[in-house]
């Protein structure tokens, strides 16, 4: 099955414009994507994998499909790295993550399906290739059991799984290990009880500006919540954990649009928390017209922080270096600002000089807020949110915005790329910086 996926991508991938990808998006080499996976850093380089199905446009047994960066910009496309083809994931390799072992060894941990029985297993390799440990499955599997998310800490490993509660909600298990091999059952870390939405998914769990935080992807979230355009949402329970147990006082959502879904963190040399997500949402991926050789995208990772109780998300500082030939303006109405053409990738600022009302558009993609109301609707989707600063990241086919440095994202796809075009209008003043990403 590897070696069938390995060459079908060699046949398959000269065939592909580069033309037809975003300028610096991650998408599957061809077929579908979704789930971002693995994301690590390791021998000098980031690591992406992601679920993929390299064969179809449609969801089908998961592979995990590869790629590397020096800067989270630029990515070079690696071999297939796993595939379905052991007796515990037949069925398919599901959502996982990585680490580096002490040996220096590339430790990949993924949850095998046979079945509908889910069960967590491992493979370690150099990079490149990866081999399937003989001791699989680690932690023994049942149905609706799956998505580790593995780390070090203070000379042990954990791990966080998620599993369907016996009130059909999701919770959050937590296991341990001495050695990353052999898993014992620590505690439940979590659980819904049907508060917050049905099964959970895609758990993640670190520490972040004194706080510990944990993501969940969360299915059948109740609308009255948080007002979503969708049921399917990412949820960010922020605390902290104290002699094993994790106590929370704060719940958000991640991203207020309607494409977001199954983020994933890594810690960076630096000591940044990035975060990269799948820059789509079950709803739109069925109904999306399929005219490309590949399908699906990840969002640009973003860089997280708490600062003043709050959590903030923005584009990774790496991304300015890709920025050239600014457009600005200052303290000028957006009635007289002209066309901004996008040829390829751009990056839009927006600092208003006071609370005034004004559209954007982005090609056909409107973006409109309303003073007094405060209220900003993307795409026909409206958040209650007062505005000072926007900055707009445009790619070939997503619009990614972040509201008053971070403190609200929304996030969107579309499929239509010829015309990314911006259109200010409105009575508001404000500064405009304007950059081409090449």
Not at 28 to 53: E, K, V
Not at 60 to 73: A, F, N, R, T, Y
Not at 199 to 219: N, Q, R, T, Y
Request: charged content about 20%.
């Amino acid at each position: 099955m590897l070696h069938a996926a390995r060459m079908y991508e060699e046949e398959n991938l000269p065939r592909i414009p580069e033309t037809s990808r975003p300028v610096f998006h991650v998408t599957g080499g061809l077929g579908w994507i979704n789930d971002p996976n693995g994301f690590s850093y390791y021998d000098g380089a980031y690591h992406l994998f992601y679920q993929y199905h390299p064969y179809s446009l449609q969801w089908g047994p998961m592979h995990w499909g590869h790629v590397k960066s020096q800067d989270l910009i630029h990515w070079d496309r690696l071999p297939v790295a796993l595939a379905p083809d052991m007796p515990y994931d037949a069925d398919g390799c599901f959502s996982g993550s990585a680490l580096t072992l002490p040996d220096g060894r590339h430790l990949l941990m993924y949850t095998g399906v046979k079945e509908k029985i889910q069960s967590q297993c491992l493979a370690v390799g150099d990079g490149v290739n990866y081999e399937k440990y003989s001791g699989n499955p680690v932690i023994e599997g049942c149905e609706n059991f799956r998505d580790p998310k593995i780390w070090e800490e203070n000379g042990h490993y954990y791990t966080v799984a998620v599993h369907r509660a016996e009130d059909g909600s999701g919770e959050v298990r937590l296991y341990q290990s001495m050695d990353a091999f052999h898993w014992e059952f620590h505690s439940i870390l979590a659980a819904s009880h049907n508060r917050w939405g049905g099964m959970w998914e895609c758990p993640d769990f670190f520490s972040l500006d004194g706080f510990h935080l944990l993501l969940v992807s969360v299915m059948d979230l109740p609308q009255e919540l948080f007002h979503l355009p969708s049921k399917r949402a990412v949820l960010a329970f922020i605390g902290h954990w104290e002699d094993d147990v994790f106590s929370y006082d704060q719940v958000l959502p991640l991203d207020l649009g309607m494409d977001f879904y199954a983020p994933q963190t890594l810690l960076a040399p630096d000591g940044r928390r990035i975060l990269i997500g799948w820059l789509q949402s079950w709803d739109t991926a069925r109904t999306l017209p399929r005219h490309m050789p590949w399908f699906g995208q990840m969002t640009l990772p973003r860089e997280l922080s708490c600062r003043n109780g709050r959590l903030l998300q923005n584009p990774i500082r790496e991304l300015d270096a890709y920025r050239h030939d600014p457009v600005q303006y200052q303290a000028v109405s957006f009635d007289h600002i002209p066309v901004l053409p996008v040829t390829a990738g751009a990056d839009l600022t927006i600092a208003l000089s006071g609370d005034a009302s004004f559209a954007l558009s982005v090609g056909q993609t409107p973006v409109i807020y309303d003073a007094q109301a405060h209220t900003l609707t993307v795409d026909h989707h409206m958040v209650s949110t007062a505005v000072a600063k926007l900055r707009c990241i445009i790619d070939r086919y997503s619009l990614e915005i972040f509201v008053n440095g971070g403190e609200n994202v929304i996030s969107t796809s579309y499929c239509e790329a010829e015309d990314r075009s911006i259109r200010l209008s409105g009575d508001a003043v404000g500064d405009i910086d304007f950059y081409h990403i090449g």
